[in-house]
């Protein structure tokens, strides 16, 4: 047998002189709904679970790791992406704020100008990155030499939803 899931509601039935009759009740199948219900929230927690096996895996990462929104702003970064930089860096909500991660390019000794990241043009351009050579001014104020690259994030329809970005020290 099929188990049905209702929403029931009754009203009594009166008279002209509102004495009750009887009782009007009114019955609405709601099995589709809960089904429905029952699906999402199965989804949700799945979701949940893969959500916590990426951050497990992202800060075992012996490279830093940045996820980054669709306007290149810092989603989410692992351990190795700060110890990299030299401690608690600045918040980023686009690519225009990457100007305060200095760096020059190893080969000319340029700054690094805030589109010329691997995630700005991976976000901006659509473009997979790697290789990128340079000398940064870490946050404890130390110098260091990194490879950046970054990959494009796309959603179900093929849209820059963000990028992943590799560091290595």
Not at 77 to 106: H, K, L, M, R, T
Request: glycine fraction near 8%.
């Amino acid at each position: 047998a099929d188990t049905r899931w209702i929403r029931a509601t009754y009203s009594p039935d009166r008279d002209a002189s509102g004495h009750v009759r009887g009782f009007v009740a009114h019955v609405l199948d709601t099995s589709e709904r809960k089904a429905v219900e029952q699906a999402l929230e199965a989804a949700r927690l799945a979701a949940e679970i893969d959500h916590e096996r990426m951050r497990a895996v992202m800060q075992a990462l012996p490279v830093g790791v940045c996820l980054v929104d669709a306007q290149g702003g810092k989603v989410h970064a692992n351990a190795a992406f700060e110890q990299i930089w030299g401690g608690d860096c600045p918040a980023v909500a686009s690519v225009s704020d990457y100007g305060n991660y200095p760096a020059w390019w190893v080969d000319s000794g340029e700054p690094v100008q805030p589109e010329e990241w691997a995630s700005a043009r991976a976000v901006q351009r659509g473009e997979s990155v790697v290789g990128q050579m340079f000398r940064i001014r870490r946050f404890d104020g130390a110098t260091a030499f990194i490879l950046n690259g970054a990959v494009p994030i796309r959603d179900a329809s093929g849209h820059i939803s963000g990028a992943a970005v590799a560091v290595q020290d």
